[in-house]
């Protein structure tokens, strides 16, 4: 059986985070991770964006409730969705400079609920920030109890992010979906790399989907990993069902683009908007035009039509093709790569 320091620290059954997936509501994944034994995690960035945009309405969140309601209901919704199997759960709110007053009200509704209930103390443990400096929020984080972890993509980041007082650092390569830094520093190098350079536990992202992966993160010193896109091809999903099925028809695994996004370079996966975003940009377009052709893609996938919409997604959706159960993924993966520690690298060792 695998053991690590992410299982003792958060009293789960296996070493796997599902990621932090705004602008998509990931609540119902959540609550099917924390009941199969990972860390479930509630995505805030979509809660955040009506408030962002003057009241207009995006994705399927309704710009009359706050970022801080939105939070609040998801956070009851997965309590109520793990009550039975006790599941650990926790939120993720990037805290970019764009999302500053948003993210605050996001984390700070987290800690007033979680405050407030006992249930939620012992279960909603973790309160991960991204994309951003943590450091203005780790303060009210702490005074809660919950732990803090952040999402780094080089070493320099995650001294940053430990030496504001960060309990783990999530290191994220440049392979992962969704934001990606300007620097491109891929998982291989980061992980052992950020493995050197604090002393707090490293979870490792960006590439992941398969038993392999995991045991070649514990081997590079991670105390686990946390997976995207590869949870969004799961049956208990809140993703669009096409979503779902584009990241699984994706074969190649060359098929991802890196272009704009709202808090910096995003990595999607290849469709006539995401690639005509990269070129806008590459033809100088003006930056405001980039913006909202973005937006407007973004939105697109409630339409329906694969070419018009900008799905976020990781490299690793061209190494997968199929619909577990959120169970059926994570009892695979850490089977895997049990089997690869325990059998077959032995071997190697004459
Ligand atoms: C659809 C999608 C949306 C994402 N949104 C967020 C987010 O809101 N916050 C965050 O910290 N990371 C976000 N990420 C990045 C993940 O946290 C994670 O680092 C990345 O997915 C890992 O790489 P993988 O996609 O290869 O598993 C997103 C990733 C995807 C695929």
Do not use: W
């Amino acid at each position: 059986m695998i053991k690590t320091k992410l299982m003792d620290m958060l009293g789960i059954k296996y070493p796997i985070i599902q990621a932090g997936m705004g602008p998509y509501s990931t609540t119902k994944l959540a609550a099917a991770v924390a009941n199969a034994g990972g860390l479930g995690i509630i995505s805030g960035v979509g809660m955040g964006v009506c408030k962002l945009l003057g009241g207009q309405k995006f994705m399927d969140y309704d710009p009359k409730k706050s970022p801080g309601q939105n939070m609040r209901e998801a956070i009851q919704y997965v309590k109520e969705a793990t009550q039975k199997s006790g599941g650990i759960f926790g939120i993720n709110v990037p805290v970019a400079v764009e999302f500053r007053g948003v993210s605050e009200e996001l984390i700070q509704a987290a800690i007033e609920e979680r405050e407030k209930d006992s249930e939620l103390v012992k279960r909603m443990k973790v309160i991960i920030t991204s994309a951003g400096n943590p450091e203005p929020h780790v303060e009210s984080i702490k005074e809660s109890g919950a732990l803090h972890f952040h999402v780094c993509p080089s070493p320099y980041h995650a001294k940053k992010a430990e030496k504001a007082g960060a309990d783990l650092v999530i290191a994220s390569g440049h392979e992962g979906g969704g934001h990606v830094a300007h620097d491109p520093v891929h998982s291989m190098v980061l992980i052992p790399e950020v493995v050197k350079t604090v002393k707090v536990p490293v979870v490792a992202a960006g590439g992941i989907c398969d038993g392999a992966g995991l045991a070649a993160a514990l081997a590079l010193g991670a105390v686990g990993v946390q997976m995207g896109t590869r949870f969004i091809a799961t049956k208990e999903s809140d993703f669009l069902d096409y979503y779902k099925q584009y990241t699984m028809n994706i074969r190649d695994v060359r098929d991802t683009i890196v272009a704009r996004g709202v808090f910096g370079k995003i990595r999607y996966l290849k469709t006539d908007a995401t690639v005509e975003l990269f070129e806008m940009e590459k033809r100088g377009h003006p930056d405001v035009e980039v913006a909202n052709f973005e937006l407007k893609s973004i939105q697109a996938i409630h339409f329906g039509d694969p070419k018009k919409a900008a799905f976020f997604g990781g490299e690793v959706a061209g190494r997968f093709s199929d619909l577990p159960t959120v169970e059926e993924l994570m009892d695979r993966v850490v089977n895997e790569a049990e089997e690869i520690i325990r059998d077959k690298l032995p071997k190697l060792v004459v």
